[in-house]
């Protein structure tokens, strides 16, 4: 059994940065592929972006290319998820989802996901 809590989430300008982080419990956190998705108001659940389990290989969707940065530190049980130039079509509910027995997952299917967080509110104004 794992839990994710994620934090980091709130109000933040645009132009802004903010530095996600999703906490894992359990001792086998280098055994799943971790992402990031998100969920704008009203909208579909997005997958934002996706990391190995080495760390080694990541995936970013079109619109946060060159702004969001994933990384992981498996010694602590943590992704992170560094957003920089946010824009207000960032505001969304921030979710890591985690994969167990996979290398990387680019899969946008919630339920194919082992454990997910309870969500982080980011907010971007113009």
């Known amino acids: 059994q794992m839990q994710l809590v994620e934090s980091g989430g709130g109000l933040v300008q645009a132009g802004g940065s903010l530095r996600l982080s999703c906490v894992a419990s359990?001792?086998?956190?280098?055994?799943?592929?971790m992402n990031w998705f998100r969920q704008p108001p009203g909208k579909e659940r997005e997958l934002v972006a996706a990391?190995?389990?080495?760390?080694?290989?990541?995936w970013y969707t079109e619109s946060v290319k060159g702004r969001f940065t994933i990384s992981r530190d498996n010694a602590k049980n943590t992704v992170l998820l560094q957003m920089n130039s946010l824009n207000p079509e960032d505001t969304a509910v921030y979710y890591c989802?985690?994969?167990?027995?996979?290398?990387?997952?680019?899969?946008?299917?919630?339920?194919?996901?082992?454990?997910w967080g309870q969500g982080t509110q980011v907010t971007v104004s113009s």
């Open positions: 989802a985690a994969k167990f027995g996979t290398y990387f997952t680019r899969n946008t299917d919630a339920k194919y996901y082992t454990y």
């Open positions: 359990g001792r086998t956190f280098s055994s799943y592929a």
């Open positions: 990391i190995s389990w080495s760390g080694s290989t990541t």
